[in-house]
């Protein structure tokens, strides 16, 4: 079975590196975006299982994102899970208010988002392999 | 946009809570870069000499002077920034003050061979101010024109003045704005992306922050290539200052290649 794939989208390349290795390290495929608009392209051509979204990014925020993702029926499946700097209670319930499945807030651990990948993954799939 | 009223220190009180909460904010995103790549390399996963535990190390080092430029930031507006209107308000001769900051800015723009030049304005250009807040306003305005302007380009440093306020103008031949960038350099931490980009985005803050205790605003006009106006414009008397705190905006504006009302702002001597 093919390796379940990643989308990572964070306008901070530095996230962006950081997550790549992670996952990779994991076996997961990863691809990238840099923005909102970049993330909605790269779901059509791409069509990860699951999307790490950050909210902060110029464009097309992520909860704008998670949300056009969420009223589409084509990608309505796919889990997001939100990597913020936003760390209030309120940012969170709006995160969860536009349909996101898990939320993380920075600073994060790369070896636990991983394992909320994982879950998530085995949550929405209970049949997967993992890579 | 004309606040509610409310009281002058609460009013003051709620610029801070909005400073603090926003740097929490911009924190973070450092902070986690370096905690992720201390993780990442501690646990070894990244072969040392392999290219990204190069990247790593080049994360660390970034981001960890990135964290640094924030705390300096905060110290610095934390020294000046203005708690309460009225703080500290003695009369300010603004033309005097220029001359001091333009004595101070004359080695950075030899450095990078910028003429420096100081027009001033015959009428009286008294206030009441703060003297440290405001020389600290003309001091970004005017190491920000020099460093965005290419060497053999020009900064002016002017003041003009009527009844009820003097204007300040600081105007560059540098690189210009870009268009969707001027309606948030005033906004915290936000930065032109530019290669050499230095600080950590509060300088412009802090002019507004400035102004606006004084009852007065700061706006900009830009082209791209050609450069960048900013002017502060502060009014005379203390009872004004005390009132326009409550519905002074900041504003932006652009000036376009062609077909602008504006009047052109780059004098004829500084061009091309």
């Known amino acids: 079975m093919a390796k379940a794939k990643i989308l990572v989208v964070d306008d901070e390349i530095y996230i962006v590196h950081i997550l790549d290795f992670s996952l990779g390290m994991e076996g997961y495929e990863v691809v990238t975006a840099l923005d909102g608009e970049q993330a909605l392209q790269k779901v059509k051509t791409e069509q990860p299982d699951l999307i790490v979204l950050d909210i902060m990014m110029p464009k097309l925020d992520g909860y704008e994102t998670c949300k056009q993702l969420k009223s589409d029926p084509a990608t309505k499946h796919i889990p997001v899970i939100l990597l913020s700097a936003k760390g209030r209670n309120v940012d969170q319930r709006l995160g969860f208010d536009v349909g996101a499945d898990d939320y993380i807030t920075k600073p994060f651990s790369p070896r636990k988002l991983v394992e909320r990948v994982n879950a998530l993954l085995d949550e929405t799939n209970p049949q997967r392999m993992q890579a | 946009m004309i606040r509610p009223p409310e009281p002058d220190v609460r009013h003051a009180e709620a610029l801070r809570d909005r400073f603090l909460s926003t740097l929490c904010h911009e924190l973070r995103t450092p902070l986690a870069a370096v905690g992720a790549c201390s993780e990442i390399l501690g646990a070894g996963s990244a072969m040392p000499g392999s290219e990204p535990f190069r990247r790593f190390q080049d994360v660390l080092s970034r981001e960890s002077r990135r964290l640094v430029r ?74 920000n024109a020099i460093q965005f302007t290419p060497q053999g380009g020009a900064v002016t440093v002017r003041l003009e003045s009527d009844a009820h306020h003097v204007s300040l103008e600081v105007e560059d031949t540098g690189v210009g704005i870009p268009e969707e960038a001027l309606e948030r350099v005033f906004e915290r931490f936000y930065q032109v992306e530019v290669p050499f980009r230095q600080g950590a985005g509060l300088g412009l803050a802090l002019c507004r922050s400035i102004a606006e205790s004084h009852g007065g605003d700061i706006s900009v006009v830009s082209r791209i290539d050609r450069g960048s106006r900013f002017t502060v414009k502060l009014p005379r008397d203390r009872e004004s200052q005390h009132e326009d705190i409550r519905v002074t905006t900041t504003k932006s504006a652009l000036v376009r290649e062609s077909g602008s009302a504006e009047p052109p702002f780059i004098p004829a001597e500084t061009r091309g």
């Open chain 2, 70 to 143: 924030l705390f300096e930031a905060l110290i610095a507006f934390e020294r000046t920034a203005p708690r309460t209107p009225g703080d500290g308000r003695a009369p300010v001769d603004l033309a005097e003050l220029l001359a001091e900051a333009a004595f101070l800015l004359e080695p950075l723009a030899e450095s990078r061979q910028v003429r420096l030049k100081l027009q001033a304005c015959q009428a009286d250009t008294r206030i009441q101010a703060s003297r440290d807040q405001l020389r600290q306003l003309v001091l970004h305005l005017g190491s």
